[in-house]
């Protein structure tokens, strides 16, 4: 038996609407004998009315899929948050300056980020001088 479920949400601020749609055990194809997924489908709809399709074929239950998101996004805010704020200087809207400079400016704070990154799993000298007492950041060092 298939159950679907079904959420629209409008966005007021960006006069978006978003679409979703979630169906358990649907037929994979048209064949009698023929494995059973879940699908995920999702619509955004601009201001101007032009619809963006995006659909997803998954083993995956829509709570399992929302925590992956979750998880996801929690990196990602991680992340940027360490870029800002633990002396990567790297804001949300550092544009690209004349002739791609600030490009290739935040190309390099990746970078320095990746090695830092990097050093932090494998040397243990680094992982020593970044848990001093006091602020663990790498600002400090």
Known sequence: MTKALFIITKS???NT???????????LNLQDETER???????????KGNQHFWC???DDTVESMMRGGCCRWR??????????NQGYQLEHNYGHGEK????????LTF???LVDLIQE?????FQQALNKPGKPTRKRL
């Open 100 to 107: 791609h400079l600030a490009t290739n400016f935040t190309y």
């Open 17 to 27: 609407t978003h679409k979703f749609r979630y169906a358990n055990n649907v037929p």
């Open 37 to 47: 997924v879940n699908v995920l489908d999702y619509i955004e709809i601009d201001k």
């Open 12 to 14: 007021l601020m960006r």
């Open 75 to 84: 990196i990602e805010n991680e992340t940027f948050n360490a870029l800002k």
């Open 121 to 125: 799993l494998s040397c243990p000298k």
């Open 56 to 58: 997803w074929v998954t």
């Open 111 to 113: 970078l320095a980020f």
